[in-house]
């Protein structure tokens, strides 16, 4: 009590390997689900920190699908505040164009 917060040591682990394309189907087929559910989700919220391109969560063919389901739900692309961001400190090319 009363002591500065300390920062403490992570462990990071990376992986070299191509994202599986079952890893892939089920994480598009999540997101088909919360944009078909009215209740689903206010707004789409994507990151992915990788410096290996396809090792991560948001491959070229999950970015495909989000891009589709934001045109097809532009209120998930654009939030409750009608407007929409996309940052990467690593791979910022890969979002330019899609809203």
């Not at 300390?6 to 689900?33: W, Y």
């Not at 209740?39 to 491959?59: F, L, R």
Request: charged share 25%; aromatic share 4%; hydrophobic share 35%.
């Amino acid at each position: 009590m009363g002591q500065p917060p300390e920062e403490l040591s992570r462990l990071d682990l990376k992986n070299f390997t191509p994202t599986p394309a079952e890893s892939q189907a089920a994480v598009i087929a999540a997101m088909d689900r919360i944009a078909g559910d009215p209740a689903g989700a206010d707004a789409w919220m994507v990151m992915d920190q990788v410096d290996i391109p396809e090792t991560g969560v948001v491959t070229a063919r999950v970015r495909e699908r989000l891009g589709q389901l934001s045109a097809a739900h532009p209120s998930l692309s654009r939030g409750r505040g009608g407007s929409c961001a996309c940052l990467s400190g690593l791979r910022a090319d890969r979002y330019r164009g899609r809203r």
